[in-house]
T-cell receptor, first 113, second 112 residues
Framework: GQNIDQPTEMTATEGAIVQINCTYQ??????LFWYQQHAGEAPTFLSY????GLEEKGRFSSFLSRSKGYSYLLLKELQMKDSASYLC??????????????FGQGTTLQVKP | DSGVTQTPKHLITATGQRVTLRCSPR?????VYWYQQSLDQGLQFLIQ???????AKGNILERFSAQQFPDLHSELNLSSLELGDSALYFC???????????FGSGTRLTVV
C-alpha cells in the first residue's frame, strides 16, 4: 500500500520562504507531484520529480530523495495569493501503467502580511 | 480553462436519491480518473477508465459506479445517497503513462 504524510497546517509571512515536507512509503515509486489547491477549486500542477535532486520553477522548487522517501516544496518570496493547500502525490510503480496518483492529505498554508 | 469539463458544478439532492456526474476529458487524453474530496479528507481515488475500459479501482463504494463512453466522456453514478456522500467530486484526465493529471473544476454535491 501507500502512505503519504504532510504537515496539516503551516503559517508564514509575506516575502518569506517556506518549506513543505512530504514523506512517503510505497511498494514502488514512479514519480512525485506537487499540486496547489485553493479552497473549493481544482488542484493545479506545480512540479514533478522522478529523479533525486532539485527542480526549480520560478518561485517554486521541489526536491526529492528516493532513498529517504522524502520530498519538499520550497516557496520563495511568499505572496498572499500563495495561501492555499499544497498536495503531495505519488505515482507508484504498481500504477505505472495507469498513471494513478495517490494524494496526501495536503498542507494548508496561510500567508500573513 | 483546464480543458477538462465537469457538469454540473453544484448539485443538491436528498438522501436516498441517485445522481449522475459528467466529465469530458481534455482533447487527446484517453484516461479519466475520479476522486472524492470531503471536508476532512484528502483526495480519495475512486476509479479510473482508459479508452472505455476500467483500469484501476480505489475505495469506491458499491453504491457508486462509473463508465466511459466511446466519445471518451465519463459518468460517475452515485445512488442511495447518504449525508456522508456530500463532497467535491473531481475528474482528471491524462495521457496514459503521462506526466500527471489535469483536473476539472469539480462538482460540489450536497446531500440533505
Amino acid at each position: 500500500g501507500q502512505n503519504i504524510d504532510q504537515p496539516t497546517e503551516m503559517t508564514a509571512t509575506e516575502g518569506a520562504i517556506v518549506q513543505i515536507n512530504c514523506t512517503y512509503q510505497t511498494s514502488g515509486f514512479n514519480g512525485l507531484f506537487w499540486y496547489q489547491q485553493h479552497a473549493g477549486e481544482a488542484p493545479t500542477f506545480l512540479s514533478y520529480n522522478v529523479l533525486d535532486g532539485l527542480e526549480e520553477k520560478g518561485r517554486f522548487s521541489s526536491f526529492l530523495s528516493r532513498s529517504k522517501g522524502y520530498s519538499y516544496l520550497l516557496l520563495k518570496e511568499l505572496q498572499m495569493k500563495d495561501s492555499a493547500s499544497y498536495l503531495c502525490a505519488v505515482r507508484d510503480h504498481g500504477s505505472s501503467n495507469t498513471g494513478k496518483l495517490i494524494f496526501g492529505q495536503g498542507t494548508t498554508l496561510q500567508v500573513k502580511p | 480553462d483546464s480543458g477538462v469539463t465537469q457538469t454540473p458544478k453544484h448539485l443538491i439532492t436528498a438522501t436516498g436519491q441517485r445522481v449522475t456526474l459528467r466529465c469530458s476529458p481534455r482533447s487527446g487524453d484517453l484516461s479519466v480518473y475520479w476522486y472524492q474530496q470531503s471536508l476532512d479528507q484528502g483526495l480519495q481515488f475512486l476509479i479510473q477508465y482508459y479508452n472505455g475500459e476500467e483500469r484501476a479501482k480505489g475505495n469506491i463504494l458499491e453504491r457508486f459506479s462509473a463508465q466511459q463512453f466511446p466519445d471518451l466522456h465519463s459518468e460517475l453514478n452515485l445512488s442511495s445517497l447518504e449525508l456522508g456522500d456530500s463532497a467535491l467530486y473531481f475528474c482528471a484526465s491524462s495521457e496514459i503513462l503521462g506526466y500527471g493529471y489535469t483536473f476539472g473544476s469539480g462538482t460540489r454535491l450536497t446531500v440533505v
